[in-house]
């Protein structure tokens, strides 16, 4: 078979933008969706919890407690059935440390429940309106926390996590000192809007059109 | 030493092969993200596919994933082995290294 030089160059080049892109696909993984998927749950856990905590009373603080642990836990059934179906790559190795990052976040959210319980006997509030106050505090440590385990994930995973969560982490800081009566619409659209546009990005990074591949 | 091979070098079973060899041997890719990947049709990736397939370059595994029928594609050593040969035998083309290229 007589292949010329320009031939073998184009070729080469093929497999390299194959094998490029392959690898894009892999970093990406089914995680645009995923980040997607958890911008929308913060923009609509904040938005409703800014919206119930004004003119805050006790049935509309646990009307805030209950629209974010629905939205969780519909999160977190959405995106086990994500991660099953719409993984373009399968493999035991995976598979396991798919595992081990799964327990490592449910091992962290119950430590922080336990940080929480561990707490609660110095924390006084005096009414709803330092109730709402606290509330907001909390939910800028669950915050961090989530983030906290995205750094984590990035060092076993892929790097670009680590900016992730980092950055959602100091726009999160920025938000609660600078911006706090506004902290949960700040974090709506910068934590929530920052979630949704890596989703965005990684899907355009990696479904990029393939050079002409001909039958 | 073997050299270009005429299977693989067909440019859809090239990027087929260059895109499952960049993978860890462990792993099988879905054919849906195949096909998406290399901007081809069911029908013309399936039928490159069985052509790898019967020559043993390639796994093709059907299974069941939350009762929706998935198919994984993965590279079998052979596969890597003849790919590696041929990105060989290209690179020698290419800087003018003076080789038989059996055909």
Redesign the interface.
């Known amino acids: ?5 320009e031939q ?2 184009e ?2 080049s ?6 490029e ?3 894009k ?2 970093a990406c993984s089914g995680g645009d969706a995923i980040f997607i998927l958890w911008g929308f749950i913060w923009v609509l856990g904040y938005l409703g919890t800014h919206f119930l905590l004004q003119n805050a009373s006790w049935p509309r603080l646990m009307g805030a407690g209950w629209l974010w642990s629905v939205l969780v836990v519909a999160g977190v059934i959405i995106t086990l ?1 994500m991660v ?2 719409h ?8 598979s396991r440390l798919g595992k081990r990052i799964s327990r490592f976040w449910w091992l962290l959210f119950a430590y922080f429940y336990v940080w929480m319980v561990m707490l609660h006997p110095f924390i006084e509030v005096n009414g709803p309106g330092e109730a709402a106050a606290l509330y907001i505090h909390l939910s800028a440590v669950a915050a961090t926390v989530a983030m906290f385990a995205y750094v984590v994930v990035g060092l076993w995973l892929d790097h670009f996590m680590i900016w992730i969560g980092l950055g959602v982490t100091a726009l999160t800081v920025l938000g609660l000192f600078l911006l706090q009566p506004y902290f949960c619409v700040w974090m709506a659209v910068a934590g929530g809007g920052t979630l949704i546009g890596t989703g965005l990005t990684i899907r355009n990074r990696w ?1 990029q ?2 050079p ?4 | 030493m073997s050299g ?1 091979d ?1 299977l693989i ?4 079973r ?3 092969m ?2 499952l ?4 041997p ?5 054919f ?2 195949l096909r ?5 049709t069911d029908g ?1 990736l399936g ?2 596919l069985v052509k790898l397939e019967e020559a043993g370059y390639i796994d093709v595994e059907k299974t069941f ?2 009762r ?1 029928p998935r198919t ?1 594609v993965s590279a079998t050593p052979k596969g890597r082995s003849a790919f590696r040969d041929h ?1 060989e035998a ?2 020698a ?2 800087h ?1 290294v003076d080789r038989q ?3």
């Open positions: 078979m007589d292949i010329s030089k073998a160059r070729s080469l093929q497999i390299e933008e194959a094998a892109r392959t690898k696909m892999m059935v099953r179906r993984m373009p790559v399968r493999s035991s190795v995976r479904r059109p393939c002409a591949s001909t039958s | 270009i005429k070098h067909q440019p859809v090239l990027q087929v260059a895109s060899v960049s993978l860890d462990d792993d099988q890719v879905d849906t993200y998406d990947l290399l901007n081809v013309n039928a490159h994933v939350v929706k994984f990105v290209l690179n083309i290419l003018g290229t059996p055909s």
